[in-house]
C-alpha cells in the first residue's frame, strides 16, 4: 500500500505565515483529480484556494475549520484507492515547520500594568527586497540573510544559536542581544485574543514601516471638475485619482523608487497604485492597478470594478494585493478632516486624501527622506493638484497640462501667425485679441460681413422681434397704474423688418470696419484643412446678401494658406430631425424665418427650447395662435428644474398659445399657409394641427466635413471637436471654440472661449470653466441662470443649499403688476461659496448681471449680504437672500454641534 501523500498548509503570499481554514470545499472519501479545490484557506490578505495536482481520495484526519495552521503543517492526506480513506481530526502544532520560521512571545498572565517584555519581530518580505551581505566573521542561512535584508538588520549585530554560532532566520526574528541593548515593550494586562490573519500583517507591516525616515507634506486642491470630469466620462473618481497619481509619478519618478538596504535604491519603470478599500470583516484590502500608464482609463476602470467586488468576498489572488510601487489612501468619504498615512514595505510614499472643508480637499503625500526629499515631494504633490484640478486634457485623452502655459506657434515661417476660421463672436474676439498683441491675423468668414449667426440669423434679431412683442405685452399692465386705452396697439410689419435689417446692416459695417481697423485681414470664403499648417480657401461660393448662409462652393477658386496656430469657430446651423415633410416649403427654421413677409396667423413649432419657446411668445403676442410640440416632459432643459416647469404652467395660461410635451411629431404636410403637423401625444393619442407654417426650433449642430479635419490630425467625436479647458484640441496649435467643441451653445460663451484660446496662443494662463457660465432665455417672464444648480453641484461633489424669493413679495414687482417668477441663490454649504444664480423674472436680463459677478467672482454669502444694494430696486433680493441661507445654515451648524 503507498504512503498516503500529505496535503500541507501552502505558502500563498510572500508574507504569509499561516493560514486559516475557511471551508472544506471536499469530504473525505471524495474523488479528487488534478486541479481540484479541496479547501479555502484564509490568508494575511484574502481567502484562497487550496488547489491539488494530484489524483486520488481525500482522506483524514483533516484539520477542522477555524483552525490557525502554521505554513508547511499537515492539513489533510490523499490515498491512492477509496478503502484507505480515513476520518478524523488532525491535531495542530503550533511549531512552525517549513522554511518560515516565526517565534511567538508567551503572553504573561495579570502582570503589573508597564511590565517590560522582550519584543518579538515577524517577517514581512517588502517587494524588491535583496539579501544583506555575508557576515564579516562566522556564517548566516541564505533565508537569515534574506531576512535581515529586507527588515534593514545589521546581520554583523547578531548572535548565532545554531551549531558553530551560525545565524538562522530565528536570530533575525528575536535576536540575542546583551540584556541592556534587548528591545523591550510595555505588556498590558489581561489575556489577549490572536490577531488574525489580516491584523497580523497590518501589525507587522507597520512596524517595518517605522525603521523609515518619514515626513509629511500636504496641500489643499479643488476636485470639482475631476469629479465631473470622470463622472461624465463612465470613470470612478479612484480610478481617476490613481491614474492622475501615475502621471504624476510619471514626471517625478524617484516617488516610485524604494530604498534597498546597504545604501541602494531601486528605480522602477512600471508604476503600480495601490488603493486601499475596506471590506467587511477584513479591515482594510489593498488591490493594485498594474502598470497604470500603458492603460486607458477604460481599462483600468473595468478592472477596478473587478478587483473591488472580489476584494469584498477575499477573492483576490496574492498578484493582486502584493507589492504596489505606490499608495493612495482615502477617507475622503468619512469626514476626516486630515490624516497621514504609513507607507507599506516595498514603498517609497503613500498619499492620503481627506474630507473637502472650507480651503479644499486636503491630500498629504508621507515619504520616505532617504529616497524623496521635501522639493520633490512638495513639487509632485502640486503637480498632481494641477492634473487634479485640470483634468479635461487627459480624462479626454486630448493631452496633458504642461505646467507654465507657453505660446502655441510653434517657430517657422508662416504666412499668418494665426488663422481664425469663422467670424462669429468666437473667431471675432479671438482675432481681435491676437491682433492686439501684434500677431499676425487672418479671420476666415463665409459671409460678407463678420457676426456670424448670432447677428444675422439668431440673438440680434430675434430680440429686435421680442422688443417689439415687449411693447405689445406690456400694455396689458397699464390699466394697474391708471394708464387707460392703450391695450389696442397694431403691428407695423414692414416698418419691425426695416429697423431690424437697419440694425444688423449697422451692426455688420462696424463689426467689418473694427475688425480692419485693428490690422486683421478678413477674407470671405470657405477654409479646408490641407494639413496640420496649411488651409485652402475657396472663395468660389461667395455670396453678397450677409443676411443669407451660405454654402461652400466648386472649388474652383482656391488660396493656399500657411499659419502658425489655428481657431475653428465655425458654428453650427439648424439641426432638422428626419420627419417625413421636414424639407416643404411651408416648413421654415431659423435660418429661413426671417424671410417671412408677414406674421403668421397659425404657427406650429416644433422644439420647446429657448428657440422655440421665444418665437413662440412673439408670434403669440403679434396676434397668432401658436402650438408648441415638444418631445421631453418639460421645456428648456438647459435651465433649472423649476425654472423650467414654472415657466411651462405660466405658458399654458396664456391664451393664444398651446404647449404639447411629451409628443413625438409623425409627419408635416401641406404648402405656405395651409399646413398640417401631426403627431402623437403621451397617452399614443394622434392629433393634428393646422397652421400657415411650421418652424423647426429643435436645436443645432456642427458640420465639420468641409474642414476636412482628418489632414490637421485634429479629433473629432460625432460633430464635436473635443477640446480641454483653453479650446485646445488634440493638436496643440490647433483649437476650437463656440458651439463646434459641444458646450453651451451661446453668443456669449463662443466670445469668451475665443478670448480663452487667443491667451493660450499667447502663453497666457487663461481658462473656460462652463461651471461659471450664463445664459438669458427671452421669454416672459425671462428664464436665466448662471453657475450650477443644486443638483448640478452635487455631482461635482458640493455639499449645496438654496435659497428662493418670490417676486410677488417685492415692491418693485408690485407696482408693475410683475410677479410672476421667483430666484434661486446655491450656495457652497462648507466655503459659503455662491456657485449659482436661477431666475424666472420678467427683467432676468437686468437682474443677471449681479448674479455673474458673485458666480465668477467666487463671492460668499457674507459678502452678498453685507453688500449695500440701492432701495427700492429688486437687486436687494440678493442681499435678504444671502442674509437668509446664512441663517439657516448657522442654525444647522448650532443644531449639529448641540448633538455632537
Avoid at 216 to 237: C, F, H, I, M, W
Avoid at 653 to 682: F, H, R
Avoid at 788 to 802: M, P, R, W, Y
Avoid at 862 to 870: G, L, S, W
Amino acid at each position: 500500500m503507498a504512503e498516503p501523500y500529505v496535503i500541507k498548509m501552502p505558502k500563498l503570499s510572500d508574507t504569509m505565515t499561516e493560514g486559516t481554514v475557511v471551508t472544506w470545499e471536499k469530504q473525505p472519501g471524495d474523488r479528487i483529480e488534478r486541479g481540484t479545490v479541496v479547501a479555502t484557506v484564509e490568508t494575511d490578505k484574502a481567502i484562497m484556494d487550496v488547489e491539488i495536482f494530484r489524483e486520488g481520495y481525500l482522506s483524514g484526519p483533516l484539520v477542522p475549520v477555524g483552525a490557525v495552521v502554521p505554513v508547511g503543517q499537515p492539513i489533510a492526506q490523499l490515498v491512492a484507492d477509496k478503502s484507505e480513506v480515513k476520518g478524523g481530526e488532525v491535531a495542530v502544532s503550533k511549531a512552525a515547520a517549513a522554511p518560515v520560521e516565526a517565534a511567538q512571545a508567551e503572553i504573561p498572565r495579570f502582570e503589573p500594568y508597564g511590565t517590560q517584555m522582550p519584543k518579538t519581530r515577524i517577517p514581512a518580505m517588502p517587494h524588491g527586497a535583496s539579501p544583506a551581505p555575508r557576515p564579516r566573521q562566522g556564517r548566516a542561512t541564505p533565508y537569515a540573510r534574506q531576512l535581515a535584508g529586507a527588515h534593514g538588520i545589521d546581520i554583523d549585530s547578531l548572535i548565532g544559536s545554531a551549531k558553530g554560532g551560525i545565524i538562522v532566520a530565528s536570530d533575525v526574528l528575536t535576536p540575542r542581544v546583551p540584556p541592556g541593548m534587548a528591545k523591550r515593550i510595555y505588556q498590558v494586562p489581561g489575556v489577549g485574543r490572536p490577531m488574525n490573519a489580516m491584523e497580523k500583517a497590518v501589525a507587522h507591516n507597520m512596524e517595518y514601516a517605522l525603521s523609515m525616515p518619514l515626513f509629511r507634506v500636504t496641500v489643499n486642491l479643488q476636485p470639482d471638475r475631476l469629479l465631473a470630469a470622470s463622472k461624465q466620462e463612465g470613470y470612478s473618481l479612484t480610478v481617476a485619482l490613481a491614474k492622475a497619481s501615475a502621471l504624476a509619478i510619471a514626471k517625478f519618478p524617484n516617488v516610485n523608487a524604494v530604498y534597498q538596504h546597504e545604501d541602494r535604491i531601486v528605480e522602477r519603470e512600471q508604476i503600480d497604485v495601490g488603493l486601499a478599500v475596506e471590506t467587511e470583516g477584513m479591515g482594510l484590502v489593498v488591490p493594485v492597478l498594474r502598470d497604470v500608464m500603458s492603460k486607458s482609463l477604460k481599462k483600468l476602470n473595468d478592472e477596478w470594478k473587478d478587483l473591488v467586488a472580489r476584494a469584498r468576498v477575499k477573492r483576490l489572488k496574492p498578484q493582486e494585493y502584493s507589492n504596489p510601487t505606490f499608495t493612495i489612501s482615502n477617507m475622503g468619504m468619512l469626514g476626516v478632516t486630515h490624516f497621514d498615512a504609513i507607507p507599506s514595505p516595498g514603498t517609497s510614499a503613500i498619499m492620503a486624501i481627506a474630507t473637502r472643508g472650507p480651503e479644499g480637499m486636503p491630500v498629504t503625500i508621507t515619504a520616505d527622506h532617504r529616497i524623496i526629499n521635501g522639493a520633490d515631494a512638495a513639487k509632485f504633490l502640486n503637480y498632481f493638484k494641477q492634473l487634479v484640478e485640470n483634468p479635461e486634457p487627459w480624462i479626454t485623452g486630448v493631452g496633458l497640462p504642461t505646467g507654465e502655459p507657453t505660446p502655441a506657434i510653434p517657430a517657422g515661417k508662416w504666412d499668418y501667425d494665426v488663422v481664425v476660421i469663422g467670424g462669429g463672436p468666437g473667431g471675432e474676439d479671438c482675432a481681435r485679441d491676437l491682433a492686439g498683441h501684434g500677431k499676425k491675423v487672418l479671420m476666415v468668414n463665409d459671409a460678407p460681413f463678420p457676426g456670424g449667426e448670432c447677428l444675422w440669423r439668431g440673438c440680434i434679431p430675434s430680440k429686435a422681434w421680442r422688443a417689439a412683442a415687449d411693447r405689445i405685452r406690456d400694455r396689458a399692465h397699464d390699466a394697474h397704474l391708471g394708464v387707460l386705452n392703450t391695450t389696442k396697439p397694431r403691428l407695423d410689419w414692414k416698418l419691425l423688418e426695416k429697423t431690424r435689417r437697419n440694425v444688423l446692416e449697422t451692426r455688420g459695417e462696424m463689426a467689418l470696419k473694427t475688425d480692419k481697423g485693428v490690422r486683421i485681414d478678413v477674407k470671405q470664403g470657405f477654409a479646408r484643412f490641407e494639413s496640420d499648417h496649411t488651409i485652402s480657401l475657396d472663395t468660389s461660393g461667395n455670396i453678397k446678401d450677409p443676411h443669407a448662409r451660405a454654402e461652400p462652393g466648386n472649388g474652383k477658386k482656391k488660396e493656399r494658406i500657411s499659419f502658425g496656430a489655428c481657431v475653428i469657430a465655425t458654428g453650427a446651423p439648424p439641426f432638422i430631425p428626419p420627419i417625413p415633410g421636414a424639407d416643404g416649403k411651408g416648413v421654415l427654421n431659423s435660418d429661413t424665418v426671417w424671410g417671412l413677409k408677414n406674421p403668421p396667423k397659425r404657427l406650429a413649432i416644433v422644439g420647446a427650447g429657448a428657440i422655440g419657446l421665444e418665437m413662440a411668445q412673439i408670434f403669440a403676442d403679434f396676434g397668432a395662435r401658436v402650438t408648441v410640440v415638444e418631445a421631453q416632459d418639460r421645456p428648456l432643459a438647459e435651465v433649472e428644474a423649476e425654472v423650467a416647469k414654472t415657466l411651462a404652467e405660466l405658458l399654458k395660461k396664456e391664451k393664444n398659445l398651446t404647449l404639447v410635451t411629451s409628443a413625438k411629431v409623425t409627419k408635416i404636410a401641406g404648402k405656405p399657409g395651409d399646413m398640417t403637423l401631426s403627431y402623437s401625444d403621451a397617452s399614443g393619442k394622434n392629433a393634428n394641427v393646422k397652421c400657415d407654417y411650421v418652424l423647426m426650433a429643435t436645436g443645432k449642430r456642427p458640420v465639420l466635413e468641409p474642414l476636412q479635419l482628418g489632414n490637421a490630425g485634429v479629433r473629432s467625436d460625432r460633430s464635436i471637436i473635443p477640446v480641454d479647458r483653453q479650446c485646445r484640441t488634440n493638436v496643440p496649435h490647433i483649437f476650437a471654440v463656440g458651439d463646434v467643441n459641444g458646450g453651451l451653445m451661446l453668443a456669449h460663451t463662443a466670445g469668451a472661449q475665443g478670448r480663452v484660446a487667443a491667451g493660450a496662443i499667447l502663453g497666457e494662463k487663461l481658462e473656460y470653466r462652463q461651471e461659471k457660465d450664463c445664459g438669458v432665455i427671452f421669454t416672459r417672464p425671462q428664464a436665466a441662470f448662471v453657475g450650477l444648480s443644486v443638483e448640478q453641484a452635487k455631482t461635482k461633489g458640493i455639499d449645496a443649499a438654496e435659497v428662493k424669493m418670490p417676486f410677488n413679495i417685492d415692491a418693485k414687482a408690485m407696482m408693475t403688476n410683475e410677479l410672476d417668477g421667483f430666484i434661486k441663490l446655491v450656495a457652497d454649504k462648507a466655503t459659503r461659496r455662491i456657485v449659482g444664480v436661477h431666475l424666472l423674472a420678467d427683467h432676468a436680463d437686468t437682474l443677471i448681471g449681479e448674479a455673474v459677478m458673485m458666480v465668477a467672482g467666487e463671492m460668499t454669502l457674507d459678502q452678498v449680504a453685507t453688500a449695500i444694494h440701492p432701495h427700492p430696486t429688486q437687486t436687494e433680493m440678493y442681499g435678504e437672500m444671502a442674509r437668509r441661507l446664512l441663517a439657516r445654515l448657522r442654525r444647522s451648524a448650532k443644531a449639529g454641534a448641540a448633538v455632537h
